[in-house]
């Protein structure tokens, strides 16, 4: 029997994954927002050069260039996307580097911000999955790529 701890945990690990499930879609409508109105996402991508500046592996750019929507990218791809097109002005941005949202400063705003919280909350996500011992290859609602 589990003890009431125990449940505790879970439920609050699974409150984690719902976050994480619903901050990929906040992810996903700011991505499909930069792609304009009557073209296709095809059409907007960058070449694959570009693709493979942005880190992105060919694994990732096979999967990007399969599908018509972003509806099957996961939260690393949905991020490299965000910096490195729609936010390339930005991408130098030193936010981008921080994995430790302790010191993502709750006083800056704005959408890099909130970017870099989703992707290191989900990198912390990944991490627990990984020490818990869990196989994330079934988790659906986590990617199997963990990036920095």
């Known amino acids: 029997m589990a003890s009431s701890s125990e449940g505790k945990n879970e439920r609050n690990f699974l409150k984690?994954?719902?976050?994480?499930?619903?901050?990929?879609?906040?992810?996903?409508?700011?991505?499909?927002?930069?792609v304009p109105s009557g073209t296709t996402l095809q059409a907007w991508l960058p070449s694959d050069m570009d693709l493979k500046k942005a880190k992105l592996s060919d694994h990732q750019i096979r999967h990007i260039k399969q599908h018509k929507k972003s509806e099957m990218f996961d939260i690393s791809v949905l991020t490299s996307l965000l910096r490195h097109f729609c936010y390339k002005a930005d991408s130098k941005h030193p936010l981008w580097a921080e994995t430790d949202n302790n010191k993502v400063e709750p006083s800056l705003t704005g959408e890099i911000a909130d970017i870099v919280r989703i992707r290191n909350l989900r990198n912390e996500v990944c991490i627990i999955c990984k020490h818990l011992m869990l196989d994330i290859t079934k988790c659906s609602f986590l990617p199997i790529v963990c990036e920095s």
Do not use: E, N, Q
Not at 16 to 34: E, I, M, Q, W
């Open 16 to 34: 984690l994954h719902r976050l994480v499930l619903d901050s990929t879609r906040v992810l996903r409508a700011k991505f499909d927002s930069f």
